[in-house]
């Protein structure tokens, strides 16, 4: 990876976002397409607000769902792989200004990096 250029690593980051909005937007296709299959002849309680069941809630609770092949799952992890995508995308950049040597440039994708993390971790809560 040594010697990459402003525009090879351009390219890779948008590799990236194309790949993970791709994957995201196939994953919440497959599972709207269980959901409905499964559920699509149900008429819907408009009367009455029903949040997420509990173990929607949680990315280990999301990712025992989708691998139960279960439709609620799978859209719910088409979103996660929606929201890590811009997360891959600056970890990513990281990698490349560190290969540049570009160290202001680190140092500020770090950072950004840092409150993506917290923000997305709760750290909101305080």
Known sequence: MRGWSDRSLQAAVGGILRFGVAAAALIVACGGAIYLARHGAQTAALGRFQGEPEELRTAAGILRSALAL????????????????????VAFSILGFALERDRLYVAVTVLVLSFLLFSLLGGGRL
């Open 70 to 89: 279960s439709g609620r799952g799978l859209i719910q992890l088409g979103l996660l792989v929606l929201i890590a995508t811009p997360v891959a995308r």
